[in-house]
Nanobody, 124 residues
């Protein structure tokens, strides 16, 4: 099992920034990719970004490309999501997820492990 705990959510004004953290524990050796997803009320869970746990090319959704940056610190078993230039459409619960699969990182059903989520609210 892999346990994931997110932190760093909150309320921010439009144009502001937040950094989310996801601390992983347990069988992290089984993880190939860490991803961030988000879910707004009444909407499906959408892909935000992903990063290979041991390094490699990152991936972003078109809606956040150029504004969000995913990174990792293997020594701390932590993945980060730096979010800049936030707008009201970014308001959602943000989830960290982990998978051992090597492809199709933008699909929620391909992730085995999920955190509890952290709320991000952007006021306009």
């Amino acid at each position: 099992q892999v346990q994931l705990v997110e932190s760093g959510g909150g309320l921010v004004q439009a144009g502001g920034s937040l950094r989310l953290s996801c601390a992983a524990s347990g069988r992290t050796y089984s993880v190939y990719v860490m991803g961030w997803f988000r879910q707004a009320p009444g909407k499906e869970r959408d892909f935000v970004a992903a990063i290979p746990w041991l390094g490699g090319r990152t991936s972003y959704s078109d809606s956040v490309k150029g504004r969000f940056t995913i990174s990792r610190d293997n020594a701390k078993n932590t993945v980060y999501l730096q979010m800049n230039s936030l707008n009201a459409e970014d308001t959602a619960v943000y989830y960290c997820a982990a998978t051992g699969l090597t492809s199709n990182w933008n699909t929620p059903r391909n992730y085995n492990y999920w955190g509890q989520g952290t709320q991000v609210t952007v006021s306009s």
